[in-house]
């Protein structure tokens, strides 16, 4: 059987309890980039590295055609290719977060509203 890569990663980060606009403010770029990612069949084994770096899950269990256990071990360097996204003060990134919330009630209501109207 062949995987689909994407959706196991997005099953992944879902069972971790990590919400989209989480990982996309950690990775440093938006969430249609992240939903682009699950729709692919097959991701670079870099995005699936970065993903299990920022999760902290070890993507060797579903992919051990790609990774192996040590793939996923603690780094130094991990940790600096990562800090930019730490750059934003916290008190920022709440509240960005809460206005992304918003906007996607918003247009979900929206997309009700425009389907009630059909």
């Avoid at 770096?53 to 780094?75: C, M, N, Q, R």
């Amino acid at each position: 059987m062949d995987k689909h890569y994407g959706q196991i990663v997005e099953l992944t980060i879902r069972k971790k309890g990590f919400s989209i606009s989480e990982l996309a403010r950690l990775a440093n770029i938006n969430r249609k980039c992240v939903y682009n990612w699950f729709n692919q069949k097959y991701l670079k084994p870099d995005i699936i590295h970065r993903v299990g770096g920022f999760i902290k899950h070890d993507f060797s269990v579903e992919f051990p055609e790609l990774f192996t256990a040590e793939d996923f071990l603690p780094s130094e360097k991990l940790k600096l290719g990562f800090s930019q996204a730490f750059n934003e003060p916290e008190s920022e990134r709440v509240w960005k977060d809460r206005y992304i919330d918003l906007l996607e009630k918003y247009n979900q209501l929206l997309l009700e509203q425009y389907e009630r109207n059909l």
